[in-house]
């Protein structure tokens, strides 16, 4: 899953970038608003933390921006304004979740699986195709109920396909949505990745669409 952070703060915003990135969250991070208002309207994200006291541009416009251009991808914002009336500014341009500063990190990551999964259509934490599991509070994946170690850009793409469980997805927007805004995206590590789940899941777990991308479905029905 892909995320985007605008926040300005020297400290805050490389912190939760690296915070997220080690939760298995590709991470871009922008320091003002225009910059995070052009990232948002160009590029593919799942999610997006976006603090309101920006610099060039502020938060709540930034906001807005995206919605009017149809960018709704969910937004949890971050403020250290704590009135009810910031709260209700922030929600009335479309922000999907609030959080004020000072807060913590596991919060923070909590709400935004929330989103994340309730964007998709999943209510629980818990992500199943068949025999395979992923439990997007711990990481943790398992076939049959054994654990299953995959490398960090292996359950990223495990991870999205579960979450559009169902939905043929294509090698484009894998790449948008697995890798940050430097990824090379000629590259051919997606068929790489998905032939080394295939092996420890099972060939079946994925379905090549010829000429489209992979799909995902439970071969239980």
Known sequence: M??????D???????????LEGA?????????????????????????ILDLGLPEIDGLTVLD????????????VLTARDSWSDKVAGLDAGADD?????????????????????????????LIAGPVRLDTRS????????PVKLTAQEYKLLSYLLHHKGKVVSRTEL?????????????????????RIRKKLGADIITTIRGLGYQLDDPQG
């Open 175 to 195: 790449i948008e949505h697995i890798y940050d805004q430097d990824f090379d995206r000629d590259s051919n590590t997606i068929e790489v990745f998905v032939t």
């Open 24 to 48: 298995g969250y590709a991470v871009d991070l922008a320091t003002d608003g225009e910059d995070g208002h052009f990232l948002g309207s160009t590029e593919n994200y799942d999610a997006a």
């Open 98 to 126: 609030y959080l004020a500063k000072p807060f913590q990190t596991e919060e923070l990551i909590a709400r935004l699986r929330a989103l994340i999964r309730r964007a998709a259509g999943n209510a629980s934490s818990e």
């Open 65 to 76: 921006r995206w919605r009017r251009e149809k960018r709704n991808f969910p937004v949890l």
């Open 2 to 7: 892909r995320i985007l952070i605008v926040e």
């Open 139 to 146: 990481g943790r994946v398992t076939l049959d109920g054994a």
């Open 9 to 19: 703060e020297p400290t805050l915003g490389p912190q939760l970038k690296a915070t």
